[in-house]
């Protein structure tokens, strides 16, 4: 009887595991809870405010919190916030997962006048039930009164680059100026060593006072740019310094052509020797060389008293600035003038006069 029950016991113990063994079979363990699809909180949201306009951009997140990939559009929340007060809706936006969002916030008046205030603003984006995973980052601009606008912005090519005026105003105020290159060129154009640089399509000045005038030295020839201007007031917030931006002026276009001849060569000496045995009569010239990137070289003119000036150099522009005269005669004397030619064929006018006597044997 005993032993019966044992083997009793022994096959119920068996038969437990067996049926243990089989329900754990593919269970991975305790159930989850089903993904909320929220999706990811944005962390890159910018604020640039231009006049009224404020512009706010940011990149929508791919995936939700689980890191599952977002299927469909997704809703977005903009608000902004003055001072500790409450958020206040300003819109709701759908874009797509992944992509580019931007947003354009006009400023009613009270909060585009008077004196500067932070001015926060916020997205949040919801799930298809108005869910969310939280706020983004805080953008901050300032709220109050902007610059005015400049006026009267106009452009001039000058040897030095291209000469911006406008109407001067506050000169504590920065000026911005935005250049658009117009007339981009290939890479392949801008290849070798001796090559321009490649400009900027797009570039930024900063002019620290507002004098109504600034230089861009940073142009190529040959280009055409289209400019703007906008005045900048830097405000103290908190432990930081932030940026209170005018309304951007009327573009305005202009054609940079090189029209300007090199600078006038300088230091000319002439230096006279004698003739000799198996040596003729000569003078020779040296002066200072030109720095312009676009020079081509010299022309060298001579004149005996007041006879009129004839190139003696040649055709062809002299590469180095020296030149070896073996055309004179003993006892004469020569006035040299030299002047700068470019590659567009722009000379110069003659440099200051040096003058020379060939002595007699």
Not at 226 to 232: D, K, L, N, P, V
Not at 282 to 293: K, V
Request: glycine share 8%; net charge negative; with cysteine.
């Amino acid at each position: 009887m005993i032993l019966a029950k044992h083997r009793a016991d022994a096959a119920m113990a068996a038969l437990a595991s067996l049926l243990l063994a089989v329900a754990g079979c593919g269970t991975p363990g305790p159930p989850q809870p089903p993904s909320l699809n929220l999706p990811d909180r944005v962390d890159n949201l910018a604020a640039i405010r231009a006049g009224n306009q404020v512009t706010l951009t940011w990149t929508m997140p791919k995936r939700n919190t689980d890191k599952l990939p977002l299927k469909a559009g997704v809703a977005v929340k903009v608000c902004r916030r003055e001072g500790s007060n409450p958020c206040a809706p300003v819109a709701t936006l759908s874009f797509a997962p992944g992509s580019a969002g931007s947003f354009t916030d006009s400023l009613p008046q009270p909060l585009a006048s008077g004196s500067p205030q932070p001015l926060s603003y916020f997205v949040e984006l919801e799930n298809r039930i108005g869910r969310s995973a939280g706020e983004s980052n805080a953008a901050v601009v300032l709220a109050g009164g902007a610059p005015a606008p400049v006026a009267e912005l106009t452009a001039e090519v000058r040897k030095a680059g291209v000469i911006l005026h406008w109407a001067s105003g506050d000169s504590r105020d920065a000026i911005r100026i935005h250049r658009k290159l117009l007339t981009p060129r290939p890479a392949a154009a801008h290849a070798g060593p001796l090559a321009p640089p490649l400009d900027p399509v797009e570039q930024d000045l900063l002019v620290d006072s507002d004098t109504g005038v600034a230089l861009d030295k940073s142009i190529t020839f040959g280009n055409s740019y289209e400019y703007r201007a906008q005045r900048i007031a830097n405000v103290q917030v908190d432990s930081r310094r932030v940026e209170l931006a005018g309304d951007a002026s009327a573009p305005i276009h202009i054609n940079a052509e090189d029209v300007f001849p090199p600078a006038v060569p300088t230091d000319l000496a002439a230096v006279a020797t004698a003739a000799a045995p198996g040596l003729a009569a000569s003078i020779d010239l040296n002066w200072e060389p030109n720095t312009e990137t676009d020079l081509a070289g010299y022309f060298v003119y001579r004149r005996e008293d007041e006879t009129a000036w004839k190139r003696v150099s040649g055709d062809q522009p002299l590469v180095s600035p020296a030149f070896h005269d073996a055309v004179v005669l003993t006892g004469h004397t020569y006035h040299y003038g030299i002047s700068a030619v470019d590659r567009a064929g722009h000379e110069s006018g003659r440099s200051a006069e040096a003058h020379e006597t060939v002595p007699n044997p």
